[in-house]
DNA sequence: ATGCCAGGTAACACCTGA
């Protein structure tokens, strides 16, 4: 309507626009030892948000300041030798949880969770790897599947927007790995291990890579012996799954295969998406 | 059937990984 000179209203305060942020996982196989290569990685691909796996260190022994140094916050559960998870953040982590409840006497660091951008629950999870079988490493693997199905059916149940990302090792279809009969006996294709990782999806996420590439022989980790690169001869064990509402800003997802052909590299190379925050 | 390769720890061999 057009109105006197004087009715002039400053426009209200810009809200902060939607943004769409980069979120990547990636098993880096002991973070001190690919430091080099995960910052030249930060610096190129950009992500907003990182959820690393293997970091083989304590808290203490994480490279904290390097990685801060190119605007992120860190948050880690570390420990010596084995597992550790981290997330990476350009905003602040908030209500950081480093366990995965349900296990009052696992000392083993293989998750952790944090709200970032103000509103995105992400998780970062390292699955046992469950080898070999008719062993407690399997049973471990089986019970620490159902525990992490009960955390994510329990926290989806307010609607709000989730990643569950990481190395789940698990294969879940034939067409997922270079030969399925050479995993046969191989705890990552166990109908008992695929069967729980299907019952995950089922609760609503959405795997954001398969979102968009429905190709098979798509691989996200290629063992370092027999030339397994080389050869591609992979496996796609590392997955970004989304819930409902995070599915709803789903607007690209891949595998970045760059980092697996670099010198010294992590035998996984970094999956990641685009949401909108 | 086993090792292959890589990292960590610890000690110059072994464990774990997938």
Not at 48 to 77: M, S, W
């Amino acid at each position: 309507m057009v109105t006197g000179f004087n009715n002039f209203q400053p426009p209200p305060p810009v809200p902060p626009s939607p943004r769409k942020i980069k979120v990547a996982t990636w098993n880096v196989n002991s973070i001190r030892a690919r430091l080099p290569n995960v910052l030249d990685w930060l610096k190129e691909a950009q992500p907003d948000v990182v959820l690393l796996q293997e970091l083989k260190c304590v808290d203490e022994a994480f490279p904290r300041l390097e990685i801060e140094e190119l605007g992120y916050n860190v948050a880690t559960h570390g420990q010596k030798t084995y597992n550790g998870v981290a997330i990476l953040a350009k905003s602040a982590l908030e209500d950081v949880e480093p366990r995965l409840p349900g296990g009052d006497d696992d000392e083993q660091a293989r998750y952790i969770e944090a709200t970032v951008f103000g509103k995105l629950r992400v998780t970062s999870i390292y699955l046992p790897n469950g080898n070999p079988l008719r062993t407690e490493k399997f049973t471990y693997k089986l019970a620490w599947m159902d525990r992490l199905y009960a955390h994510i059916k329990r926290g989806l149940a307010d609607g709000e927007m989730r990643i569950y990302g990481g190395d789940f090792n698990v294969i879940p279809k034939d067409s997922d790995v270079f030969d399925p009969r050479a995993f046969r006996d191989d705890a990552l294709l166990q109908p008992e291990s695929r069967a729980r990782f299907r019952a995950l999806l089922h609760l609503g996420l959405t795997d954001a890579f398969r979102a968009f590439n429905a190709l098979p022989h798509q691989y996200s980790y290629w063992d370092y012996q027999a030339g397994a690169w080389q050869k591609d001869h992979g496996l796609l064990i590392d997955f970004l799954l989304l819930s409902a509402k995070a599915a709803d800003t789903l607007t690209n997802a891949g595998i970045d295969k760059g980092p697996r052909g670099k010198e010294k590299a992590s035998d996984h190379t970094p999956v990641w998406c685009e949401v909108t925050v």
